[in-house]
């Protein structure tokens, strides 16, 4: 089955500073490679996703990169706020499962 | 529109107690999971349910049973809790295989 790789674990950033996060994929039928935010006690919450035949896609200040050939992807989050302080989780699959990261918590200091 | 609905939120059990996990979504998805997430090893499939009438295993389906009442209704039996199956607990829809996943809010499980 697919497994997924996520770094770092934790993350601290000032605010205003940009927050990366990679994560790599181990079966290269993978297609769809979605990211979510939890929030302390909260359910995940698709943020951002990014399909196969695309290398890059953007919303606000949030971005996600994927490079198929090295089975790696990332989320970029720039002028980072308070409020994006979560656990963030990196997804891939190939079919009806989503197989996840083991998370990066991020905190942003004020 | 209340998306997909868990029950109960929090539950202590004894160690060999039985309980089911109840998980309902409005949503008309066809395929539905149940997740637990431990601390450091973010979320783990425990069993999916690709369509009705269909389910397989996930990653760590040992102790565990599920049941695809119908379209909308997917629960989760544990037949003889143990410390190990200490978590919290996430039940999830999706109408596309794997895409726009929808998450529960969680039942949060302590076996003692």
């Known amino acids: 089955g697919e497994n997924v790789e996520q770094h770092p674990s934790t993350l601290s950033v000032q605010e205003g500073d940009s927050a990366v996060i990679k994560c790599t994929y181990s079966?290269?039928?993978?297609?769809?490679f979605p990211w979510y935010k939890q929030e302390l006690g909260k359910r995940p919450q698709l943020i951002i996703d990014?399909?196969?035949?695309?290398g890059e896609k953007k919303d606000q200040r949030i971005a996600v990169t994927l490079n198929k050939t090295a089975k790696h992807f990332s989320l970029h989050i720039t002028e980072t706020q308070p409020e994006d302080s979560a656990v963030y989780f990196c997804?891939?699959?190939?079919?009806?499962?989503?197989?996840f990261g083991a998370g990066t918590t991020v905190t942003v200091r004020a | 529109n209340a998306g997909v609905t868990q029950t109960p939120k929090f539950q202590v059990l004894k160690t060999g107690q039985s309980m089911t996990l109840q998980c309902a979504q409005d949503?008309?998805?066809?395929?539905m999971y149940w997740y637990r997430q431990d601390p450091g090893m973010g979320l783990r499939l425990i069993y999916y349910?690709?369509?009705?009438?269909?389910?397989d295993k996930g990653e760590v389906p040992n102790g565990y049973n599920v049941s695809r009442l119908n379209k909308r209704e997917f629960s989760l039996r544990l037949e003889s809790a143990a410390p190990s199956q200490t978590s919290v607990y996430f039940c999830?829809?999706?109408?596309?295989?794997?895409?726009?996943?929808?998450f529960g809010s969680g039942t949060r499980l302590t076996v003692v």
């Open positions: 949503m008309n998805h066809n395929s």
């Open positions: 079966d290269s039928a993978s297609n769809y």
């Open positions: 997804a891939a699959t190939n079919d009806y499962k989503l197989s």
């Open positions: 999830a829809s999706s109408q596309k295989g794997g895409t726009g996943y929808t």
């Open positions: 990014i399909r196969s035949n695309v």
């Open positions: 349910s690709a369509s009705e009438g269909t389910t």
